[in-house]
Every structure is written in structure tokens, then in C-alpha cells.
């Protein structure tokens, strides 16, 4: 197992795509902090990690508090000694058109999506410094590349986080530290459920492969990435679309 000994965080751990992302790293034999803004959703998706043999802890963070993020870190590193990967995947949206969006739709986005990110890519840094290695994998999206009516705020923080990437790549690369993005398309889980039937076919019609993806689809890249496999990749954005952007 290529993960073996190795302890992951997870931001948005305890669903959807962050879920994945855990059952995917589980399997090549990583420990998990599954950590969620909810305790009870974070609790309960550890539990189920733990009944199948992994070695999970549910932690309650809020990343787009800095002190609760440093807590984060604190209480992983009590737990489990070392922190090896981070999944920066919590995120939301708030989708309006530009004109509609309130001050609020675009601080709430920014705040959970780039700040949040931002947040624990800075707290785990010095903890991975020290130990020279590490790989942050940054849940970004395709419509950070090519943006999105109806989601200036989402597509913004979203292109922040694929440039917030290659800045801590270039930052980091001297203590071996590898930073990547994972940029997803459609893929169907209850945060793409939310949209509108016209959104989903719009974004169905822009997919060559004529579906939308599976949160394994998307987990299993960051399997790779967080995996000695990848450990001459830095600084990259991979898209997980079906082809939508190419
Ligand atoms: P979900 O809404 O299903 O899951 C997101 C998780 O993040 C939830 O558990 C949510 O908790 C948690 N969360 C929300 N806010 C915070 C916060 N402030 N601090 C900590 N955790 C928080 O989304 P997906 O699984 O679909 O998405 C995961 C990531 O993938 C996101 O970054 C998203 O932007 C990205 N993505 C998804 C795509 C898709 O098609 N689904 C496409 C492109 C990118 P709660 O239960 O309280 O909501």
C-alpha cells in the first residue's frame, strides 16, 4: 500500500466528494482526520471509517476561522504525531448573477473557498517544513479556468485557489513539499444536486464523455497525487471533467 504510515487531514471530510477522497487514501492505507464545519457529520463518516479497519478521528473546524484552523493542526498532530497530507476540499457556493449577488454570497464564498484554503495551507506548512516532505492537494474547479454565469463568487475563489497553487509549489518545493490542484467538472453529489435541472443539462451538453463524474472520479486522481507516484509533480492543476475543459 503506497500510503502506508502516512496521516491525512480533510477538509469538508464527512461527504460527497471529501468522503471519497478518504475512503480512496483509507484503501492505500493512510490514517484519517476527517474534518468538517458539522461534528456530527464528521463523527459519523470516522465512525464508519473506523468499522471498516482505518484509523480515523473526527475533527469540528470551520476553516474559514484561522484559530479554529490552528486548532485543527494542534489536535491532529496530539493525535496522530505528523500530518503528511492535506485535502483542502471543504467549499460552497452561493450562486447568483453578478448583479444579484449579495456582499454577503461573495464574502461567505471567498471566505470558505480561497480564505479557508489559504488557512490550512499556512497551518500545516511549518509542521511539513520541519519534517521535509508533504503534499497539499487543493480541491479547485473547472470554472476557475473558464469561469461560470451565476457563479462570479465561486469561479473567483476558485481561480484563486488554482493561483494560490502555484505560488505555495514555488514556496515550498525546497523542503519537498508538493502542492497540486484537482479541478472538477460536473460531478454529481448534493452540492450539484442543488442546481437547477436547465444548469445541469447546460453543463451535461459541454461534456464529450455525455455524463457527469463520480466523487470516485475525482478521488482517485488525489490518490495519485498524494502518492510517492507523484512526487515529481508540483504546482499543477489537473482537470477531472469528462473533457468539459481542454
Ligand atoms: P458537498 O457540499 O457535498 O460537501 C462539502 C463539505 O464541506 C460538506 O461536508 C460541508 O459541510 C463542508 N463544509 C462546508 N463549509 C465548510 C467550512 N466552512 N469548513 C469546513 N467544512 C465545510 O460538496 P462536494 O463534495 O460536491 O464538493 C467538494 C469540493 O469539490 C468543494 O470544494 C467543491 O467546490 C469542489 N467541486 C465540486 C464539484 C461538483 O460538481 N460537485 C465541481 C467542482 C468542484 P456541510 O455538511 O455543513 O455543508
Not at 483509507?26 to 458539522?38: N, P
Not at 484537482?182 to 443539462?201: D, H, Q, S
Request: charged share 20%.
Amino acid at each position: 500500500m503506497k500510503l502506508n504510515h502516512k496521516v491525512a487531514v480533510i477538509t469538508g471530510g464527512a461527504r460527497g466528494i471529501g468522503k471519497a477522497i478518504g475512503q480512496t487514501l483509507a484503501a492505500e492505507g493512510a490514517k484519517l482526520a476527517v474534518s468538517d464545519i458539522l461534528a456530527d457529520a464528521a463523527e459519523a463518516t470516522a465512525a464508519e471509517f473506523r468499522e471498516n479497519g482505518t484509523d480515523a478521528k473526527a475533527f469540528t473546524t470551520d476553516v474559514a476561522d484561522s484559530a479554529d484552523v490552528q486548532r485543527l493542526v494542534k489536535d491532529v498532530l496530539a493525535e496522530f504525531g505528523q500530518i503528511d497530507i492535506l485535502v483542502n476540499n471543504a467549499g460552497i457556493t452561493r450562486d447568483n448573477l453578478l448583479l444579484r449577488l449579495k456582499d454577503t454570497d461573495w464574502e461567505t464564498v471567498l471566505a470558505v473557498n480561497l480564505t479557508g484554503t489559504f488557512n490550512c495551507i499556512k497551518a500545516v506548512a511549518r509542521p511539513m517544513m520541519k519534517a521535509r516532505s508533504g503534499k497539499i492537494i487543493n480541491i479547485a474547479s473547472v470554472v476557475g479556468v473558464m469561469g461560470n454565469a451565476g457563479q462570479a463568487n465561486y469561479s473567483a475563489s476558485k481561480g484563486g485557489v488554482i493561483a494560490l497553487t502555484k505560488t505555495a509549489a514555488k514556496e515550498f518545493a525546497s523542503r519537498n513539499i508538493n502542492v497540486n490542484a484537482v479541478a472538477p467538472g460536473y460531478i454529481i453529489t448534493e452540492m450539484t444536486e442543488r442546481l437547477p435541472e436547465e444548469a445541469r443539462e447546460a453543463f451535461l451538453k459541454l461534456i464529450p464523455f455525455g455524463r457527469g463524474g463520480t466523487p470516485d472520479d475525482v478521488a482517485r486522481v488525489v490518490g495519485f497525487l498524494a502518492s510517492p507516484d507523484a512526487d515529481y509533480i508540483t504546482g499543477q492543476t489537473i482537470n477531472v471533467d469528462g473533457g468539459m475543459v481542454m
